[in-house]
């Protein structure tokens, strides 16, 4: 039988070339606005801000966003907004600038410390209009109810989980995409991937969501490569928009699983990116992943254009071998001692991964601490094996 699902979406999610030039209509009924802006994209942007301003709005704008953002982050950002007493507040930029933007806006009133809503379901309440505006595809924060910080004092990522931080509007313009980096696209796109493999291979998995994850996980296999060797091909970047768009949406009902949950000390502990630590981890948790949902993986493999099998084991297992395929393709390294990460750090990566129980809990074969262990040194060697 169908499992009951709620699914709590942004009420408008405006996706395609272009769709930039909504944002001015989406703050048509608010008056005093902050705006969050990764750097890069601030030109991008100044063109829609004049048009704020001459049409009487007043608007505050930071670039203070810092990578993977640290809780400090935060609290340095809060001062300046609680001064100015917003309506209505916009992030603009990937992931980090995302997610501080939409703490900032359930925190700027003072009702609740940051401490005080790290969980799930912990915030009270939002009384801003809040926009988020996408500059890579992605980490899908644009429609999810989470935001993630890095505490560095317990070096380890702590999530914030509230249906008070899913955006009122959701922008989705490819056109801003097309001046990253080849490296950002790629552990973005790893990360976007990550997010659909995980959503549909969970124990947690559900039909509406699946349809989203598979057709996700295809449109990025077959478009991420593409972005690489060409930046400015619009029709990629604009699959690969989807693709993540998908992968954002999967987050809030399934969520992810073991490679988010073993990537966060990676990011916690030696500062990878998000992105990298998923998409190095990814194909070992596949590999140790296999026998706790077969079918699924193998699905995943014919979607990401891996050869079929004799039977779904192979299938599956050609699977594996193609994200590696193409994750190496697309230049990103390909294990632990690639990242310097020490063999020595195993032991203590192992055990905070195991305490992100709320991702772990969804994965479809349960890892205990000696499972770990053996992926992250597998990760750490580079090799993949069989299980
Ligand atoms: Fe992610």
């Known amino acids: 039988m169908i499992a009951p699902l709620t699914l709590n979406v942004p009420s408008c999610i405006e996706f395609g070339s272009g769709k930039l030039s909504t944002l001015p209509f989406h703050l048509k009924n608010q008056n005093r606005i902050f705006f969050l802006v990764d750097a890069p994209i ?25 990578p993977e953002p640290p809780l400090e982050a935060l609290e340095i950002l809060l001062a300046p907004v609680r001064a100015f007493s917003p309506d209505a507040i916009v992030g603009v930029g990937g992931g980090s600038a995302m997610d501080l933007a939409k703490l900032v806006s359930v925190l700027f009133d003072g009702k609740q410390k940051t401490q005080d809503v790290i969980g799930i379901g912990k915030v009270s309440g939002r009384g801003v209009r809040l926009v988020t505006v996408t500059t890579t595809a992605g980490t899908g924060s644009e429609v999810t ?20 931080l899913i955006p009122d509007v959701a922008i989705v313009d490819p056109n801003l995409t097309l ?35 598979i057709e996700g996980t295809r449109l990025i296999a077959a478009n991420l490569e593409r972005c690489i060797r060409n930046g400015s091909d619009l029709d990629a970047r604009t699959s690969m928009a989807l693709g993540s768009l998908y992968g954002g949406l999967c987050l809030g009902p399934v969520n992810t699983a ?21 998409s190095v981890l990814l194909p070992f948790v596949m590999a140790f992943n296999l026998s706790g949902n077969l079918k699924k993986y193998a699905d995943i493999a014919l979607a990401i254009g891996a050869a079929k099998g004799h039977d779904d084991e192979e299938t599956a297992f050609n699977g594996v071998l193609k994200i590696r395929q193409i994750s190496n393709a697309c230049g990103i390294p390909q294990s632990l001692k690639d990242l310097n990460i020490p ?37 750490y060697h580079g090799r993949v094996e069989r299980e």
């Open 42 to 66: 601030l030109a991008r942007i100044d063109p829609l801000i004049s048009e704020l301003k001459k049409s009487g709005k007043t608007v505050l704008v930071s670039t203070e966003v810092v």
């Open 145 to 164: 109810p989470i935001a993630v910080l890095t505490d560095t004092q317990a070096k380890l990522k702590k999530g914030v989980v509230s249906q008070y």
């Open 179 to 213: 001046s990253l980096p080849a490296a950002v696209t790629a552990a973005t796109g790893m990360d976007a991937m990550t997010h659909c493999i995980e959503a549909y291979t969970n124990k947690h998995a559900h039909p509406i969501i699946d349809n989203l994850a």
């Open 258 to 278: 073991a490679v988010h949950a073993m990537a966060y000390p990676l990011g916690g502990t030696f500062k990878v990116s998000h992105g990298v630590s998923n």
């Open 343 to 379: 063999e020595s750090a195993i032991p203590e990566m192992a055990k905070a991964a195991l305490l992100v129980t709320r991702l772990m809990d969804n994965n479809p074969r349960k890892v205990e601490l000696k499972d770990a262990e053996a992926i992250y040194l597998k990760a």
